[in-house]
């Protein structure tokens, strides 16, 4: 019998339990004793519908408050010194979330660590601090306390954890910020190495037979000082009593498969969705009584698997491998929605092409039914429905749009780039009269329940248009009063019509399917619900500029209109399969051209087209690198073709690092970018410096992440740390995002003391 096992399941609840939950405990209406209720209630839950769907062997440590890299952090004690942990005492809740976002119902608020994306991915991690001489001890035990729980529930468990030297790889600190930080990073193994072997002793002592160890860093290129570090851990922890199934995912082993086989673990799970991976190389490395765990089904987007395929993919390795094969998604289905059965809604056929975590998980068991030559009428009756949906979804008129294509193919016959930046920069700052250090915001502004009832009431057909747009109306007139109460420069028109940066133009472009319940957790409590790309794509409508107008008649001031890039469309989508990514991405750019250039028409002379999600879509073995850069750049540019030299052409990105592609960054040409800087101390800023950025630029001076309102003086320090680096005529002042979840209170405060940072800084 082929073993079924996951590397990780969903969290948040089909409906968002946690995310509520968190929330109200963040408030302050609900106690910790009811927020652990929830989450044991979800964990229970969720280990139950992987039993019932066919997995034999059940992820536990994949649950987490807010990310499991924060989780883990936490169990071996390294939270930085400004949190005031005791260490003598276990890590509290409160700790946890001011490390995650610098504010807890306990405990005195200060600034959170910092957090980022996870890999290629549009889920974030906090990223671990650390110093050179760290110390390590247990001080958590929610690991041991979840294992007791599913094994009292009768499950076969496999606690999962973060590799060592994965984790080590992902953490910061001011010790590691020069040449001989990987000497010093490497220095803390012994340290490390000493916890990781208590925590696997704990395990077996509470009967725990194998254990999950996550190094997705082995799909990197690895220096050659970290593969043989590898080595060192890796002959220390195989001396413990639990077998040790070494988890890689998310690319290739490439030059590091060399690097496991030398490892003396029981298992490797391998991702052959995202790898490419040459099976016979692979089976070849193994030895005789190792596992491998072919991560056969995608946990990174919701299409259906050809199980045919995959079969006969798998059957040669079947036949040599016997029972050390096992089948498993290709990581974490932490990335996919929970239960397609919850989509009453969605067309029938679009559904019918789709796979949320629970049916992957049934895919797998039909997978190993068919391995294993256990063909049963129920098993048959499966693989006919499935490979039906997969010849309907090639064939179906949907999907393709003859305009869409013919307009691809004249792309470079309407493409006009933008005269060089020296020369239109002068126009724009004649046309805008901006003052020195100019004040705006990222986009949006608090989503209140008012809002969001409104919206829904409409799609339900409870609110007429007229109302609608009315209510509408009245929002953006508010949120324009707001703004010049404060003192903005340039404004914003709020996006209250708007649920999600992504999903509201989808639902306004064909080519794209939505969800009523397919969300995914992006962090902490922060979920998204990404639409579905199954076509061709084109605008039908204006998307924005009726809004902006709008809100620009009611002011003299500049108001800028607010669009979603189209890498980040892409990204933040789950995305059609059937042809390469770059080609959606430029059918992407060509809508929102049309868009842009409606903008202008209609008197709008900013306009921001944020890109957060450009070095997430990067891939992760720089040989890969330049191809992705030439066509996301490509795309960003196709999108702003055309405009006048008059128009300034802001983009937004947040959460990443740049030292590595700001020559692309600078490619795209935006007349204005926004970057988060407030978390990493204008650390981010250092790369724009050195490569002698020439654009404007906006370091973000606070963190719209926290509840935490920011101090005047603060802001005012790291602008002049910024205009040391940068020119003080190229520097915009303006938070580090969107201040959709914030509350109204907090955000006058915030942006009150903004606008007095930079006319303090206007005096200098």
Same mark, same amino acid.
């Given at each position: 019998?082929? &073993?079924?096992?996951?590397?990780?399941?969903?969290?948040?609840?089909?409906?968002?339990?946690?995310?509520?939950?968190?929330?109200?405990?963040?408030?302050?209406?609900?106690?910790?004793?009811?927020?652990?209720?929830?989450?044991?209630?979800?964990?229970?839950?969720?280990?139950?519908?992987?039993?019932?769907?066919?997995?034999?062997?059940?992820?536990?440590?994949?649950?987490?408050?807010?990310?499991?890299?924060?989780?883990?952090?936490?169990?071996?004690?390294?939270?930085?010194?400004?949190?005031?942990?005791?260490?003598?005492?276990?890590?509290?809740?409160?700790?946890?979330?001011?490390?995650?976002?610098?504010?807890?119902?306990?405990?005195?608020?200060?600034?959170?660590?910092?957090?980022?994306?996870?890999?290629?991915?549009?889920?974030?991690?906090?990223?671990?601090?650390?110093?050179?001489?760290?110390?390590?001890?247990?001080?958590?035990?929610?690991?041991? =306390?979840?294992?007791?729980?599913?094994?009292?529930?009768?499950?076969?468990?496999?606690?999962?954890?973060?590799?060592?030297? /994965?984790?080590?790889?992902?953490?910061?600190?001011?010790?590691?910020?020069?040449?001989?930080?990987? #000497?010093? %990073?490497?220095?803390?193994?012994?340290?490390?190495?000493?916890?990781?072997?208590?925590?696997?002793?704990?395990?077996?002592?509470?009967?725990?037979?194998?254990?999950?160890?996550?190094?997705?860093?082995?799909?990197?290129?690895?220096?050659?000082?970290?593969?043989?570090?590898?080595?060192?851990?890796?002959?220390?922890?195989?001396?413990?009593?639990?077998?040790?199934?070494?988890?890689?995912?998310?690319?290739?082993?490439?030059?590091?498969? /060399?690097?496991?086989?030398?490892?003396?673990?029981?298992?490797?799970?391998?991702?052959?969705?995202?790898?490419?991976?040459?099976?016979?190389?692979?089976?070849?490395?193994?030895?005789?009584?190792?596992?491998?765990?072919?991560?056969?089904?995608?946990?990174? =987007?919701?299409?259906? !698997?050809?199980?045919?395929?995959?079969?006969?993919?798998?059957?040669?390795?079947?036949?040599?491998?016997?029972?050390?094969?096992?089948?498993?998604?290709?990581?974490?289905?932490?990335?996919?929605?929970?239960?397609?059965?919850? #989509?009453?809604?969605?067309?029938?056929?679009?559904?019918?092409?789709?796979?949320?975590?629970?049916?992957?998980? #049934?895919?797998?068991?039909?997978?190993?039914?068919?391995?294993?030559?256990?063909?049963?009428?129920?098993?048959?009756?499966?693989?006919?429905?499935?490979?039906?949906?997969?010849?309907?979804?090639?064939?179906?008129?949907?999907?393709?749009?003859?305009?869409?294509?013919?307009?691809?193919?004249?792309?470079?016959?309407?493409?006009?780039?933008? *005269?060089?930046?020296?020369?239109?920069?002068?126009?724009?700052?004649?046309?805008?009269?901006?003052?020195?250090?100019?004040?705006? *915001?990222?986009?949006?502004?608090?989503?209140?329940?008012?809002?969001?009832?409104?919206?829904?009431?409409? %799609?339900?057909?409870?609110?007429?248009?007229?109302?609608?747009?009315? /209510?509408?109306?009245?929002?953006?007139?508010?949120?324009? !009063?707001?703004?010049?109460?404060?003192?903005?420069?340039?404004?914003?028109?709020?996006?209250?019509?708007?649920?999600?940066?992504?999903?509201?133009?989808?639902?306004?472009?064909?080519?794209?399917?939505?969800?009523?319940?397919?969300?995914?957790?992006?962090?902490?409590?922060?979920?998204?619900?990404?639409?579905?790309?199954?076509?061709?794509?084109?605008?039908?409508?204006?998307?924005?500029?009726?809004?902006?107008?709008?809100?620009?008649?009611?002011?003299?001031?500049?108001?800028?209109?607010?669009?979603?890039?189209?890498?980040?469309?892409?990204?933040?989508?789950?995305?059609?399969?059937?042809?390469?990514?770059?080609?959606?991405?430029?059918?992407?750019?060509?809508?929102?051209?049309?868009?842009?250039?409606?903008?202008?028409?209609?008197?709008?002379?900013?306009?921001? &087209?944020?890109?957060?999600?450009?070095?997430?879509?990067?891939?992760?073995?720089?040989?890969?690198?330049?191809?992705?850069?030439?066509?996301?750049?490509?795309?960003?540019?196709?999108?702003? /073709?055309?405009?006048?030299?008059?128009?300034?052409?802001?983009?937004?990105?947040?959460?990443?690092?740049?030292?590595?592609?700001?020559?692309?960054?600078?490619?795209? =040409?935006?007349?204005?970018?926004?970057?988060?800087?407030?978390?990493?101390?204008?650390?981010?800023?250092?790369?724009?410096?050195?490569?002698?950025?020439?654009?404007?630029?906006?370091?973000?001076?606070?963190? &719209?992440?926290?509840?935490?309102?920011?101090?005047?003086?603060?802001?005012?320090?790291?602008?002049?740390?910024?205009?040391?680096?940068? =020119?003080?005529?190229?520097?915009?002042?303006?938070?580090?995002?969107?201040?959709?979840?914030?509350?109204?209170?907090?955000?006058?405060?915030?942006?009150?003391?903004?606008?007095?940072?930079?006319?303090?800084?206007?005096?200098?």
């Amino acid at each position: 019998m082929t &073993i079924i096992h996951n590397l990780g399941f969903p969290r948040i609840g089909v409906q968002r339990e946690l995310k509520k939950a968190l929330e109200q405990y963040w408030s302050g209406k609900i106690n910790a004793e009811a927020l652990g209720a929830v989450a044991q209630e979800l964990r229970r839950r969720h280990w139950q519908q992987q039993a019932d769907a066919g997995v034999s062997l059940l992820p536990v440590g994949d649950f987490a408050w807010y990310d499991q890299i924060l989780e883990w952090s936490t169990l071996i004690g390294a939270v930085p010194a400004r949190f005031e942990q005791d260490p003598n005492q276990e890590v509290g809740l409160d700790t946890l979330f001011r490390m995650a976002r610098g504010k807890a119902p306990t405990g005195q608020a200060t600034a959170a660590c910092e957090m980022t994306k996870w890999f290629d991915t549009n889920y974030h991690y906090i990223v671990p601090e650390l110093e050179a001489g760290q110390t390590f001890r247990i001080v958590r035990g929610y690991l041991f =306390d979840h294992v007791d729980e599913a094994l009292s529930q009768g499950y076969q468990v496999k606690p999962v954890i973060p590799g060592l030297l /994965s984790y080590l790889w992902l953490s910061k600190g001011e010790d590691f910020t020069n040449g001989a930080a990987d #000497e010093r %990073k490497l220095a803390l193994i012994p340290a490390l190495l000493e916890v990781y072997q208590q925590v696997l002793a704990r395990l077996h002592a509470q009967g725990v037979e194998w254990v999950q160890i996550d190094e997705p860093i082995l799909t990197l290129e690895l220096p050659q000082a970290w593969q043989a570090a590898f080595r060192q851990v890796y002959q220390q922890l195989a001396q413990q009593k639990q077998k040790i199934l070494l988890a890689t995912y998310f690319e290739g082993l490439h030059d590091n498969l /060399s690097v496991v086989s030398s490892l003396p673990v029981a298992g490797l799970h391998v991702d052959l969705v995202r790898g490419n991976h040459c099976l016979q190389s692979i089976a070849d490395y193994l030895q005789p009584e190792q596992v491998l765990s072919a991560g056969i089904v995608s946990g990174r =987007d919701i299409w259906r !698997t050809d199980l045919e395929a995959a079969a006969a993919r798998l059957q040669p390795l079947k036949e040599q491998l016997g029972e050390n094969l096992w089948l498993a998604p290709s990581c974490s289905l932490l990335h996919v929605p929970v239960d397609l059965a919850y #989509e009453v809604k969605l067309d029938e056929e679009i559904k019918s092409w789709l796979s949320f975590a629970i049916q992957k998980l #049934e895919e797998l068991t039909v997978l190993a039914a068919v391995l294993d030559k256990r063909l049963t009428p129920s098993i048959e009756d499966f693989l006919a429905r499935q490979q039906q949906a997969l010849n309907n979804r090639k064939i179906s008129k949907r999907i393709h749009n003859p305009l869409v294509q013919q307009q691809l193919s004249q792309s470079s016959q309407i493409r006009r780039d933008r *005269t060089p930046y020296k020369e239109r920069v002068q126009k724009q700052r004649e046309a805008l009269d901006l003052p020195l250090f100019p004040t705006t *915001t990222i986009g949006s502004f608090p989503q209140t329940t008012e809002i969001r009832a409104l919206r829904r009431d409409w %799609k339900q057909g409870a609110l007429s248009d007229a109302k609608y747009e009315a /209510s509408i109306k009245e929002e953006i007139a508010k949120v324009v !009063t707001f703004q010049e109460e404060v003192g903005l420069d340039v404004l914003v028109h709020g996006e209250p019509e708007r649920n999600d940066m992504v999903e509201y133009f989808g639902e306004l472009l064909a080519g794209y399917a939505f969800t009523e319940n397919g969300w995914v957790q992006s962090y902490g409590s922060r979920c998204v619900k990404p639409p579905i790309i199954f076509g061709d794509v084109a605008r039908v409508i204006p998307m924005t500029v009726g809004w902006t107008a709008y809100a620009q008649s009611l002011t003299k001031k500049p108001m800028k209109g607010m669009l979603t890039g189209p890498v980040t469309l892409l990204q933040w989508s789950f995305v059609r399969d059937d042809q390469p990514r770059e080609q959606t991405c430029r059918q992407l750019a060509l809508a929102l051209r049309e868009e842009i250039l409606d903008l202008e028409k209609a008197g709008i002379g900013i306009i921001q &087209i944020d890109e957060p999600a450009f070095r997430e879509g990067l891939p992760l073995r720089k040989g890969k690198w330049q191809s992705y850069l030439d066509w996301a750049v490509d795309a960003f540019r196709l999108s702003t /073709s055309g405009v006048e030299d008059t128009t300034q052409i802001h983009t937004h990105m947040c959460y990443a690092e740049f030292n590595d592609i700001i020559e692309a960054i600078a490619a795209m =040409d935006a007349d204005v970018i926004t970057i988060e800087t407030s978390r990493s101390n204008m650390e981010l800023l250092r790369a724009f410096e050195e490569f002698h950025y020439p654009n404007e630029i906006g370091p973000g001076v606070y963190d &719209i992440h926290s509840p935490n309102i920011p101090d005047t003086d603060w802001m005012v320090r790291l602008m002049e740390k910024a205009s040391g680096q940068i =020119d003080k005529q190229r520097l915009w002042v303006n938070p580090d995002c969107g201040l959709k979840t914030r509350g109204w209170p907090e955000t006058r405060a915030a942006l009150e003391k903004m606008v007095e940072a930079a006319k303090a800084l206007r005096l200098q």
